[in-house]
């Protein structure tokens, strides 16, 4: 099984302005994959909280999307990177109601409930980095 | 600066996102509409979001507190016009939209804010 990537775009997040860019590349790409209304709907909310994440608390940083290829199927994989604080206990992190910043603490955990694939990756004082995939 | 216009229509505030919203204008209409509320002397507000193609934490949390500002400014809040899809996404998302009253379009969602208002006033 390999899987190959038959394209890629990397968007730079720096304000909320770059949020809604990654929600609109992601919706393009979705329908071009040939994701369902409701599949797109729930890949391009994922990648709205993820590069919220980034911006508000990573300190800015980017994202690549790429549309995959693999043996029998086709998907969209989106990884986010910051440079900022990282996450010190991910487990808490990923627990609904769980903020640090004053939001509604549904991001991380709400985004992995959307998506196929979910990993992550921090170390404090290093960056964090949140890999999502939604396959065909 | 970019701004979600807010119409007034009687007794009630009527607010139609047609726009891909960041989060600062999201944030200014927040603001707009309770301002609005107390100049006007507002006792409902309609907000459509049949345009929205989704309803992130940020939006909804946007929603949730103007109903409940709203609310402490005595006037009603009725979103309406949610899209199949992000009502799905929502729910899995982990938001319910506690306190905020719903209808399926603008037309039933102007019919409970009447009812609203009239019952009140009996």
Known sequence: MTVTALKSEAILLRSSEDVIRVRQLTREWAIQTGFSLVEQTKLITAASELARNTVDYGGGGKVLVEALNDTNRRGLQLTFMDEGPGIADIEMALKDGYTTGGGLGLGLGGAKRLVNDFEIVSRPGEGTRVRIARWK | ?122
Do not use: C
């Open chain 2, 1 to 122: 600066m970019e701004r979600i216009p807010i119409l007034k229509l009687g007794n009630f505030l009527l607010v139609s996102v047609q726009v891909d919203m960041h989060d600062r204008l999201a944030m200014t209409l927040q603001d707009d509409l309770t301002a609005r509320i107390v100049k006007d002397s507002a006792r409902g507000v309609l907000i459509d979001i049949s345009s929205l193609e989704i309803v992130d934490s940020f939006i909804g949390r946007m929603l949730g507190n103007i109903a409940a500002m709203a609310h402490v400014l005595d006037a009603e809040t009725v979103v309406v016009g949610m899209q199949p899809a992000v009502a799905i996404t929502l729910v899995e998302l982990g938001l319910s939209l506690q306190g905020v009253r719903t209808a399926l379009n603008v037309e039933k969602g102007m019919d409970l804010l009447r009812t609203a208002f009239t019952s009140e006033r009996k």
